[in-house]
C-alpha cells in the first residue's frame, strides 16, 4: 500500500508541477528548452503511471474492505462514466459547448471518473487510488480558475456544436466498448453486475 500512496504522489506531483513548482518549472525550461522539458515531462509521466498501475496491481492482492457499495450504484456509477467519456473526447477537439461550458473538460472528465469509481469501489487501495485523482482534480481546477482570473491562461473560444454531437457518438462508441470488453481486458474487472 505504500508503493500505491508514493507512486500517486510522483505521478500527481508530476502533473501539479505548474502550480506547486512554477519558478522551479521556469528555470528548467529556461535552461534547457521547452523541448526538452516536454520530453522529461512525458518520461516522467510514462515512468510513474506504469509505476502506479504496477502498485495498485500489487496493493489490490492484499487490500482490505473499507465499505460495500449498494448494487445499484454500479449503475449509477457507469451512467457517470458516460458522461466522463464524453467529456474526455470533448477535451481533444476544437472547442464546442461543451467544452466551452465546462471550461476544462479533461479535468472534469478525471473528477467525474474518479468520483465514479469511488462510488463503486469500497476497497482501501481503490478508495485510495481514486480520491488522490480526485484531490488533484479539484486542486487542479482551482489553479486553472486563478491562472485565467490572473491572464496567465486563455481558455479557446467557441468553435462549432458539430464537435459536441461528434464528442457525444464517440464517447458513448467508446463507453460501449468499455462495457461490452475493454474494461475487462484492460483492468480485469467486469464494470457492471451480471
Keep these: 500500500m505504500l508503493l500505491l500512496v508514493i507512486s500517486l504522489i510522483l505521478f500527481l506531483g508530476i502533473h501539479l508541477t505548474r502550480v506547486i513548482a512554477p519558478g522551479w518549472r521556469a528555470s528548467v525550461i529556461a535552461a534547457k528548452g521547452e523541448r526538452a522539458w516536454k520530453l522529461g515531462y512525458t518520461l516522467a509521466s510514462i515512468a510513474t503511471l506504469v ?16 465499505y460495500t457499495p449498494p448494487v445499484w450504484i454500479a449503475h449509477l456509477s457507469s451512467l457517470l462514466m458516460l458522461v466522463a467519456m464524453i467529456c474526455l473526447v470533448a477535451s481533444l477537439m476544437p472547442p464546442g459547448h461543451i467544452a466551452t ?17 469511488l462510488l463503486a469501489n469500497g476497497e482501501t487501495s481503490s478508495v485510495i487510488l481514486f480520491v488522490a485523482f480526485l484531490a488533484w482534480g479539484v486542486v487542479l481546477r482551482i489553479a486553472l480558475k486563478r491562472r485565467e482570473r490572473n491572464g496567465e491562461l486563455v481558455r479557446k473560444p467557441f468553435v462549432s456544436a458539430r464537435y459536441d454531437a461528434a464528442a457525444v457518438v464517440i464517447g458513448t462508441v467508446v463507453y460501449l466498448l468499455f462495457i461490452w470488453r475493454l474494461h475487462v481486458w484492460l483492468i ?6 451480471i
Excluded: C, D
Aim: aromatic share 8%; no cysteine.
Design 188 to 193: 480485469g474487472v467486469q464494470p457492471l453486475p
Design 101 to 117: 461550458k465546462t471550461k476544462h473538460p479533461m479535468v472534469l472528465s478525471v473528477k467525474i471518473w474518479a468520483l465514479a469509481h
Design 51 to 66: 509505476l502506479v498501475v504496477y502498485a495498485f496491481g500489487q496493493a489490490r492482492q492484499v487490500t482490505g474492505i473499507l
